[in-house]
């Protein structure tokens, strides 16, 4: 079946501040063919460790522009994607087309193309809720995780910021991206948070912003749900690799509450980093985020 997508102009993609990274393509996905998928590729494609960035609604890639240097100090490879919908990648234009498996299935893919080993996953917002359910899938490719404002969507709201932030973007099917970042992060600057609106040149491009808050898995029918309760329980009694938590206190969707039920589901998760001037966007303070992980693991940076 042919899905409709429009895919956004390079030219909205030009002299991004902080962002000086070169695009990847793959049109050739199994059972998404002519559908178009970016993700940035930096670092060797040897490297011994791979680290797999995934953000959530309503940003892209750009949202690990703090930490990706961070990472590459040590001499791996990162692989940031950006989810259809979003970014680089194309944008379906039915809202139907948008749903958990569609997502999850696509990223499953993408993992097996680039052949990933060793990865470590990073995650936060549906980066986290769509990404928590990759490893049991892989266990093999999966040996690390670091983790930021997120949640397993199990069939419950995560409380009333969530349902708060439903209604919110509901009522606004044009969203002003740009206004949101700097409204939820203010220490952004215009060009930063324009730099989030970039992909959404106007509102025929944001099916995905306008679906992703109404696929949560709130009710115990919805889609996902039996996927996530599944990878709650492999987390909690399977999972032997490493990880680290950091959240962002100033958060009122997914804050310390959620983060503190995710923490009791993490076997061996350590007490967690908390940055109290952080809201959702816990990336735009990556960098140290990025470092103090590195350091918990005794991830040094590679020699030169």
Request: charged share 20%; glycine share 8%; with cysteine.
């Amino acid at each position: 079946m042919t899905i409709k997508a429009l895919r956004t102009s390079d030219k909205y993609f030009e002299a991004l501040p902080g962002f000086d990274f070169k695009p990847n393509y793959t049109t050739d996905l199994p059972d998404y063919e002519g559908l178009r998928v970016h993700y940035l590729d930096e670092g060797p494609p040897d490297a011994r460790r791979v680290f797999l960035c995934l953000h959530g609604q309503p940003t892209w890639s750009y949202l690990y522009r703090k930490m990706i240097p961070v990472f590459l100090e040590t001499g791996a490879r990162v692989i940031c994607p950006d989810w259809l919908g979003f970014g680089r990648s194309d944008k379906p234009v039915d809202g139907n087309s948008y749903s958990f498996h569609f997502h999850r299935t696509m990223m499953l893919a993408l993992i097996e193309q680039l052949d990933l080993q060793n990865i470590t996953l990073v995650c936060q917002d549906w980066g986290g809720i769509i990404g928590l359910t990759l490893p049991m899938a892989l266990e093999d490719r999966f040996d690390r995780l670091l983790v930021m404002n997120t949640t397993l969507a199990t069939g419950a709201s995560p409380g009333p910021g969530f349902d708060a932030w439903r209604a919110f973007c509901k009522s606004r099917p044009d969203l002003d991206v740009a206004a949101l970042m700097l409204r939820g992060t203010p220490i952004l600057d215009e060009a930063e948070a324009a730099a989030y609106a970039a992909p959404f040149p106007d509102i025929t491009y944001k099916a995905g912003v306008r679906r992703f808050p109404e696929m949560v898995m709130t009710a115990p029918d919805m889609e996902g749900v039996a996927t996530s309760k599944q990878a709650a329980n492999w987390w909690t009694h399977q999972w032997t690799g490493q990880s680290f938590m950091a959240i962002g206190a100033a958060d009122p969707v997914l804050g310390q509450p959620s983060m503190s039920a995710l923490h009791q589901l993490i076997r061996n998760c350590p007490p967690p980093m908390v940055i109290e001037q952080a809201g959702h966007f816990v990336q735009e303070w990556g960098e140290d985020v990025a470092r103090q992980a590195l350091n918990h693991w005794g991830d040094l940076p590679k020699q030169t």
